[in-house]
């Protein structure tokens, strides 16, 4: 018994150890967005985890030391953790870099810091971290296109096909009109970015189309960015999407539907396991292709009243004028080409243009899983 405890001690301890390691890392790349001469004035602090009751970490003036909240580094998402870890820097940049004689805590001269950092103000104290406000997000009775989408796509799963089809595309449609109503108003929307999928030092190349799918049909933006990879130790890359909440909610549902939906067509098309982890890439690069082609024939089909129902690209000047300030030096690279096996990559391709995407994760608060992943 003691010695499985004291396994357990270790393996906390370097998972801490890693954790830490992960925020230093994190804190020398947000320099970055930063002058050459605010960089210089950012001493890089020292970095720990402790167990706080009522934050979720602070900055000390006087240690020169950023602390995280121990049980929230443990239990959220990395991005969640990092935004934490901005908000933070921020402070610090106020009083480095600014030298600040505010009195209160969020004062002017810290805005102006999370303005150069692109930090969340916000990100303290009692703040909400962004997953758990994507996942808890509820549509008021205001936003009834999005009731609508959201009962659309539970009744896309039924087992008739023509109904189920009928159902995604109607869906699609609202969704687009949604948005065009949306940028059609002038009062300021507000954005958030949140990871999609986990960082890592290199993505299987069906990472990259499921990325242009949900930018070119799902109303959000995104960029691969820098980030820790906790197993390997090292900065690797992830991911991230921007958008209104309620697009970046149905983007990453789609994101882990078509995951899933490619993971357990995988299981069945390799049930003998004679094909490896290349073969799958094709698979899966064919599914979503298919799927894509099926959305762009959309724009083909008119509904009753004659207007398209496909799921076009939209883009949002608002969202564009966010993603340029959160994003100000950005750069485009291009995977070398590889070989594929075409007959695999075609079963995928059949396999998606015929994919429905319907409604299929709901928690309660009880942490029940009304749909299945």
């Not at 970055?32 to 004035?41: A, G, I, M």
């Not at 995280?68 to 959220?76: G, K």
Request: glycine letters at 4%; aromatic letters at 10%; one cysteine or more.
């Amino acid at each position: 018994m003691s010695q499985m405890k004291s396994s357990d001690i270790r393996l906390q301890e370097d998972l801490e150890r890693r954790i830490v390691h992960g925020i230093a890392c994190e804190w020398e790349n947000a320099l970055w967005v930063l002058s050459p001469h605010d960089r210089q004035h950012m001493k890089q602090p020292f970095f720990s985890l402790r167990t706080l009751k009522s934050r979720l970490g602070y900055w000390s003036e006087s240690k020169n030391e950023i602390v995280i909240s121990r049980t929230f580094a443990l239990d959220y998402a990395w991005d969640d953790v990092r935004d934490v870890l901005y908000h933070e820097m921020a402070h610090q940049y106020a009083d480095q870099v600014l030298k600040t004689s505010e009195t209160t805590p969020h004062g002017p001269d810290f805005l102006k810091a999370c303005h150069h950092l692109r930090a969340n103000p916000k990100a303290s104290g009692s703040y909400k971290p962004l997953h758990d406000q994507i996942n808890s997000l509820s549509l008021s009775n205001q936003d009834r296109a999005l009731l609508r989408v959201k009962k659309l796509m539970s009744l896309a799963k039924s087992s008739n096909r023509h109904e189920a089809e009928a159902a995604m595309t109607k869906a699609h449609e609202l969704m687009r009109k949604y948005n065009v109503e949306l940028q059609n108003r002038s009062f300021q929307r507000n954005f958030v970015s949140m990871f999609i999928g986990f960082p890592a030092l290199r993505h299987h190349r069906e990472e990259y189309h499921l990325a242009n799918l949900l930018q070119k049909y799902y109303f959000v933006q995104g960029l691969w960015v820098s980030s820790y990879v906790l197993a390997k130790e090292k900065m690797g890359r992830v991911f991230e999407i921007s958008g209104i909440p309620e697009n970046v909610k149905i983007a990453s549902y789609v994101y882990d539907f078509v995951k899933n939906t490619i993971d357990t067509h995988w299981r069945r098309y390799n049930r003998q396991g004679m094909l490896n982890r290349y073969r799958k890439t094709d698979f899966a690069v064919g599914l979503i292709e298919g799927f894509c082609n099926k959305l762009a024939a959309q724009k083909q089909a008119p509904s009753h009243r004659g207007k398209t129902t496909a799921l076009i690209s939209l883009e949002d000047p608002m969202l564009k004028i966010y993603m340029s300030h959160k994003y100000p030096r950005t750069r485009t690279f291009q995977r070398a080409a590889s070989s594929q096996d075409d007959q695999v990559l075609k079963h995928g391709y059949d396999i998606g243009k015929d994919l429905v995407i319907s409604k299929g994760i709901e928690v309660t608060k009880n942490g029940k899983e009304l749909l299945p992943r």
